[in-house]
């Protein structure tokens, strides 16, 4: 008698999730999005099914891939752009997309145990009136909504690499203030917080057109980036996307590394700005005692790869978001800096 | 009377400047006080004060602020510790990426980069805390100690920074400063101001650096020029530690035993010192000794003028290659202020030896170098430059926190 009440509320949240399902209760919050502070859990946008372990996202929020992606310690990622109903994104010249008020951009982290996803995080990009607010939010036990996290969190983390390896992490999920450290662009007035991989130049061309199908992205003819890891465009340039993805957000004259004057956006055209024969300004201990950030047909001798390789703060590049060494980043990059010719 | 009137100002100023909702936000040391604390910083608001319990913090990750108009205020620099030895991310102890801030009584340990970093900061107020590295100089220890960068009206008072692998009090490509009554030891460079526009640095002390105090301006970095730097009334002894800066950065290329060392920089004055027992030279100025093809910048030390100093001994051990060579060509001993001759407008009227090494081009062997002494006194133009003038409630923000006892005598 006692368990029969429990029974029925069971029947009745499935019923009513059901119910949400075929009516579409369960929706994009414009409050969420828009207007509360800081909510607390995930579940209070309606992007994620509620009813469903994981993430089973909302039908109006488009799934994209980048064409070369951030290092995050071997994690698998699940992005996704929500754009309000009726609204278009454009895209400028450079191919920065300007996301309507209202809109978001939703990643989410995870491993596979086996065969099955788990979930670690969720990083949330929101477009407000005048900015973009970037929260985390750490999934729970139950797998069915995660929590904010302001002051981000340090997770003990166990999964399988791409090359068979069992490793455990001390995988770290950014608090606020480090989301922006890395989305931060400085536009001479104060800091904003901007979205890094939605760019035309770093989307993947299939998910572009998923964009344009949906009427969501206004059609363009912005240029694109390389793809590193598919090793169709020589070297150079797929080392050079690399370290567009996982260095230039902060490595640029308007980001958080601007003061180091060495530059890792594609776009960057004089050598010793993008690290050759560039020395080390304020990098103390992490210069390794080498002298240049990239010395020619040196690799081992060159800045960024003695920080790439490293895990310890203070030295390891980036020095938030990662805390596994990227060895195929690192083989990428080396393979690039041994071939550049010598200056004599 | 003029405390009077000043504390008078300064109350209305207090409640001019403080918005109805501020409030006091205690934080305490213990169980989770990365997330406590983090979290304190994050959900502040503007004219809010974090208040810090005395105690231990043992925080695992950086920390940072990133709202305008916050204090941050322990219970002094030997009771409000923030402990970084486990730290395991992050670049620095505090990052600070707001204006307005005023951080104050409390001391970073161990942090795995730098100390306390800001960066595109206006208006810090960074006042009574001590950044230290407890195992004393390390090249492991972090590169620099409170390190301002890309940030305007900067006031340092009365820190203490001990054991940084570059800079004890680093300011970087900023403008407006003043670094002032604050102890620098067993660092690389006990002050160094980089690629600044106006700071005044007086009534510092630096010993036991490798370099006492530094004013640099380097190439490839996108602040350059550095310029209008005042170096006076500071206690410069004895920093002769063997430098342990990693090579490559530019600190690693001081001489152990440099009192206060220019490198190209324009309008530089050095005056009313006391500097004496630095082993290299009491005072250097030299060009930027590196190769660079920046064509922007300028690699020589232009109207530098060095006047009124008080010298003890010096260059009995000169930290360079052949220095003991040169030294014994002297009859022993280095004069107290050495030029590398690379420059254009040096001015010395200090009543002590200079010589000119007579380079070519900076950073040449001493090989090349053709000694001979400097007089240069019939030049001297005087001072020049005025004094730095920050906002007044940079000031106040000091006054504020001072006990009763504290204040000054009416």
């Not at chain 1, 130049?201 to 003819?221: C, F, K, M, T």
Request: proline residues 5%; glycine residues 10%.
């Amino acid at each position: 008698m006692i368990r029969k009440p429990a029974y029925l509320w069971a029947h009745i949240t499935t019923i009513t999730s059901l119910l949400i399902g075929i009516v579409g209760l369960t929706k994009p919050s414009n409050e969420a999005i828009l207007l509360a502070k800081y909510p607390k859990s995930l579940s209070e946008y309606g992007f994620h099914d509620r009813g469903k372990k994981g993430f089973t996202p909302h039908k109006s929020l488009i799934a994209y891939d980048l064409k070369t992606a951030l290092f995050s310690d071997h994690s698998e990622k699940f992005r996704y752009i929500y754009v309000p109903d009726g609204q278009v994104a454009s895209v400028s010249d450079n191919g920065v997309i300007d996301f309507p008020v209202g809109s978001a951009i939703i990643k989410n982290f995870g491993y596979f145990q086996g065969n099955k996803m788990r979930l670690i995080e969720t990083r949330l990009l929101l477009r407000r009136e005048n900015e973009w607010l970037a929260l985390p939010y750490v999934w729970n036990e139950t797998q069915d909504d995660a929590v904010l996290k302001l002051a981000g969190a340090r997770l003990s983390v166990n999964f399988t690499d791409p090359n068979g390896i069992k490793r455990t992490t001390d995988y770290a999920v950014p608090n606020k203030n480090q989301c922006k450290e890395c989305h931060g662009v400085n536009d001479g007035i104060s800091n904003k917080v901007m979205p890094i991989g939605p760019k035309i130049r770093n989307l993947a061309q299939s998910s572009i057109e998923r964009l344009w199908a949906a009427n969501v992205l206004q059609p363009h003819g912005a240029p694109t980036n390389a793809s590193w890891d598919k090793g169709d465009n020589g070297i150079e340039r797929n080392a050079r996307a690399y370290l567009d993805i996982n260095c230039a957000h902060c490595h640029n004259a308007r980001g958080s590394a601007s003061n180091s004057g060495l530059f890792l956006d594609y776009g960057q055209s004089t050598p010793v700005t993008y690290g050759i024969y560039k020395r080390p300004v304020a990098a103390g201990r992490g210069s390794g005692g080498l002298e240049f950030a990239i010395k020619p047909g040196d690799a081992d001798n060159s800045i960024i790869i003695h920080r790439m390789k490293s895990n310890d703060a203070g030295v390891a590049m980036p020095q938030i978001g990662r805390a596994i060494v990227d060895d195929e980043g690192v083989a990428l990059v080396s393979q690039w800096i041994n071939q550049i010719a010598v200056k004599k | 009377m003029i405390h009077k009137i000043k504390a008078i100002l300064l109350c209305g100023a207090m409640i001019a400047a403080t918005s109805l909702n501020a409030k006091t936000i205690e934080v305490t040391a213990g169980a989770n006080a990365q997330e406590k604390l983090q979290e304190a910083l994050i959900l502040a608001e503007e004219g809010d004060i974090i208040a810090l319990s005395a105690g231990k913090y043992i925080l695992t990750d950086g920390l940072s602020l990133d709202v305008n108009g916050v204090t941050i205020k322990g219970l002094g620099e030997d009771k409000t510790i923030l402990d970084f030895t486990d730290q395991k991310g992050s670049g620095e102890g505090l990052l600070v990426t707001s204006d307005d801030v005023f951080l104050t009584g409390f001391a970073i340990e161990n942090s795995k980069g730098d100390g306390i970093k800001s960066k595109g900061a206006d208006q810090i107020v960074i006042s009574k805390v001590r950044v230290e590295w407890t195992g004393g100089p390390n090249p492991e220890n972090g590169a620099y100690g409170i390190y301002p960068v890309e940030s305007k009206n900067i006031l340092v008072d009365g820190v203490q920074v001990y054991g940084a692998s570059d800079a004890g009090i680093y300011v970087g490509q900023s403008q407006n400063i003043i670094v002032r009554y604050s102890i620098v030891k067993h660092n690389v460079a006990g002050i160094e101001i980089e690629n600044c526009y106006g700071a005044d640095v007086y009534q510092n002390l630096a010993t036991e650096n490798t370099g006492g105090i530094l004013v640099f301006d380097l190439p490839d970095i996108p602040q350059q020029g550095g310029r209008d730097v005042r170096v006076y009334n500071n206690f410069v002894h004895n920093n002769n530690t063997a430098n342990f800066a990693p090579e490559g950065n530019i600190v690693g290329s001081v001489p152990a035993g440099s009192g206060v060392m220019v490198m190209s920089s324009r309008n530089v004055e050095v005056f009313e010192n006391i500097i004496d027992d630095n082993a290299t030279a009491n005072i250097l100025v030299v060009g930027y000794p590196n190769q660079t093809q920046d064509k922007n910048y300028n690699p020589r030390a232009i109207d530098i003028r060095i006047f009124a100093n008080r010298h003890g001994k010096a260059g009995y051990k000169p930290d360079f290659p052949g220095g003991d060579l040169l030294a014994a060509a002297l009859g022993g001993s280095l004069t107290p202020i050495i030029y590398d001759g690379t420059g254009e407008n040096i001015q010395i009227s200090d009543k002590v030896g200079a010589i000119s090494l007579n380079m070519a081009k900076a950073g040449r062997p001493l090989t090349e170098a053709r000694p001979s002494p400097y007089p240069s006194d019939s030049e001297f133009e005087g001072q020049k430059l005025q004094p730095i003038i920050l906002p007044a409630v940079m000031e106040d923000k000091i006054f504020s926190v001072l006990s009763k006892d504290e204040l000054p005598a009416k």
